[in-house]
């Protein structure tokens, strides 16, 4: 694959994944949502000269993963959620996408997975360092902090996440500080009227 997909070509690769129209939307949505939010902070941001395209893209691709956890009927009992990332990495693997684009999938859980941290929290994850590298990632994973999958979804703010994050370690914590930092806060009233969710 030498070029970006398009929306819809993504949004068949969703289709072709999810096992229900309900984990469709609530994937799909969530993606959606997630690209909106970093491309906003990339327009508002004059300071990272990143990939748009890839930005969008990333986004839209990272939580392929998610529908391996989905049932017809819910979400599947026995599988952590925290292999999400990891099973997207794969499906996109073998769908031919190139290592640019899993690795969205791969490197956008919390602020990043390291290797000490599945050692330390006994995490169910092969060994390795999940971490966001480029900026585009690194966009892509503050972007996805912004909005929960949780029943009903919802919109998180920065401080409600900070505090949520800093139950992981201080490092933890710091590392999000540094993103908020960096890439500042979304306006996130226009987005949550256009999908019509309400604040967390």
């Known amino acids: 694959m030498t070029s970006l997909p398009t929306d819809a070509e993504i949004r068949a690769l969703h289709e072709k994944y999810a096992p229900s129209r309900a984990a469709f939307e609530l994937v799909h949505t969530h993606c959606e949502i997630v690209r909106d939010i970093a491309l906003q902070l990339l327009s508002t941001d004059g300071r990272h000269a990143l990939d748009a395209e890839l930005v969008r893209v990333g986004a839209l691709v990272h939580d392929i993963g998610v529908y391996r956890l989905l049932g017809e009927d819910g979400w599947l009992e026995g599988v952590p959620y925290v292999r999400h990332g990891v099973l997207g990495h794969e499906i996109l693997r073998q769908e031919g996408f190139p290592e640019r684009l899993c690795r969205f999938c791969s490197c956008h ?53 900070a505090a949520q994050i800093g139950r992981f370690g201080a490092e933890k914590a710091v590392a999000f500080a540094e993103l908020r930092a960096r890439f500042g806060e979304p306006g996130l009233d226009g987005i949550r009227e256009r999908y019509g969710y309400a604040p967390a």
């Open 109 to 161: 859980t919390g602020v990043g997975i390291s290797r000490e941290d599945i050692r330390r929290q006994g995490l169910d994850l092969p060994a390795a360092d999940y971490l966001a590298e480029t900026g585009e990632e690194q966009l892509v994973m503050y972007a996805d902090k912004f909005h929960t999958k949780s029943t009903p979804p919802a919109f998180v703010s920065a401080d409600a996440y």
